[in-house]
């Protein structure tokens, strides 16, 4: 996603509708990685390093820690093409420690490769699901 602030993208307005549709009254969007692109070609094995920093884990561990009825929902998607896959298993764990497996949903099925769905395909009317994988 590009979204920031001022701006949203296919991805947000995406999910902003399916919470809508379930009546969900804030989303807070945390990402898995620091450096942000459209383009998942350029997250890969050169640069795994800088796609996330001890600040990334700080915020994530902070909405955690202090949103402790939020609905969490695990929305990375797929493997970018040219990321290792052990690396971003790696990654999605260290994201799961922090958060707590019981905490994690998923917005439908999970994908053909076992991941959960990105906002981007949340089409249709998907139900909230326990992350099991």
Known sequence: SIADGKKSDTTAGKVINWAKK????KIIFLNLF???????????????N????DKTDEHIKYFVDNYKDAKIIAAWGNR???????????????????????R????????????PRHGLSWNG????????K
Do not use: C, H, M, W
């Not at 620091?34 to 795994?48: E, G, Q, R, V, Y």
């Open 104 to 115: 994690l949903k998923i917005v439908g099925a999970i994908t053909k490769k076992r991941y």
């Open 80 to 102: 970018p093409r040219n990321l290792n896959e052990e690396k971003y298993r790696k990654r999605i764990q260290q994201v799961i420690n922090y958060v707590g497996r019981n």
């Open 34 to 48: 620091s450096f942000i692109t459209s383009k998942s070609d350029d997250i890969n094995n050169d640069n795994i």
């Open 22 to 25: 379930k009546n969900f009254s």
């Open 125 to 132: 009317k998907p139900e909230l699901y326990k992350y099991s």
């Open 50 to 53: 800088s796609l996330f920093n």
